[in-house]
């Protein structure tokens, strides 16, 4: 009798189908990659389909179990989101894993901040994304199975849980509202059989936080205010979807994963400021 409690049978994603967007950067490569890893095929969709196809040409490369393919979508629209949908159609009838993962930032000084920047990000971080998960739910349905249903994963943020992002006012707003919204979507399709997390990173080396984190002394002068001492690399947005993708995550829904080293939980001093 073969235990199911080998890695091989927690993580292993051999025929499933996912769908990652803003998958061809960041987060979403790391993504896209830890998924195929574990034997997923993954479509990977922005709204630059070259540099999509660059990517999936470079993770087939890999070689690992699973395949990757990258194509163009909008989700900042919704023309943009009924392509993407056509386009998912005409390569499958199921999508067993959604990361709603594409998303922008905006910053600037309170008294200086756009009043277009808001709806223009809301409308990628938040409308697209309840959207997108909305007009996919037939192939997600059509994905479940008894003990094994399909997932959505939402790419919230450490700054939609604490007030830590200078100057990022929409950003950290939409964030929150992407958190919520996780909780709400479970509340109502967990009992359809489809699971719906987010994860809330910290700092991780992507060209969303070029500004920051694009060299050594930028990683360390923001890993000082990271509990654990660092930022976040591949391997944990990888291991943090195979997770939740895998049979090992199959018993969890409207979770907001924090993968931001104790962020989340951090607070600098004591209550009544005495010596310690």
């Known amino acids: 009798m073969t235990s199911t409690l080998t890695p091989a049978h927690l993580f292993d994603l051999t025929g499933k189908v996912a769908l990652v967007t803003g998958g061809a950067t ?28 660059a990517v999936a040409a470079e993770i087939n490369a890999l070689g690992v179990p699973g395949s990757v393919e ?13 392509a993407m949908v056509a386009e998912v159609q005409r390569r499958t009838d199921r999508v067993h894993i959604l990361m709603n993962n594409a998303g922008r930032t905006w910053g600037a000084p309170l008294g200086e901040h756009p009043y277009d920047a808001w709806d223009k990000l809301l409308r990628l971080n938040v409308t697209g994304m309840f959207h997108l998960t909305q007009s996919l739910l037939p192939l997600l349905l059509a994905a479940k199975s008894e003990g094994d249903p399909a997932r959505v994963v939402n790419v919230g943020s450490v700054m939609g849980d604490i007030p830590k992002g200078t100057m990022t006012y929409s950003y950290a707003v939409s964030k929150g509202a992407v958190h919520h919204m996780t909780r709400v979507l479970s509340n109502d399709l967990a009992p359809q059989g489809v699971t719906v997390n987010a994860i809330a990173p910290g700092p991780f080396v992507s060209k969303m936080t070029a500004f920051a984190l694009a060299d050594e002394e930028g990683r ?57």
């Not at 987060?27 to 196809?53: P, Y």
């Not at 990258?70 to 023309?79: H, K, S, W």
């Not at 939740?244 to 907001?256: D, E, P």
């Open 26 to 53: 960041g987060i979403g490569r790391m993504a896209a990659e830890g998924l195929a890893a574990a034997g997923a095929r993954v479509l990977i969709a922005s709204r630059k389909a070259d540099a999509c196809e």
């Open 70 to 82: 990258g194509f163009g979508g909008d989700v900042a629209t919704e023309e943009g989101i009924a």
């Open 220 to 276: 360390k002068k923001s890993a000082q205010g990271v509990p654990l001492g660092r930022v976040g690399i591949p391997e944990d947005i990888a291991g943090a979807l195979q997770y939740l993708c895998g049979r090992g995550g199959a018993y969890v829904s409207g979770a907001i994963l924090p993968l931001s080293g104790g962020m989340q939980s951090n607070a600098p001093g004591s209550l009544f400021n005495e010596d310690l």
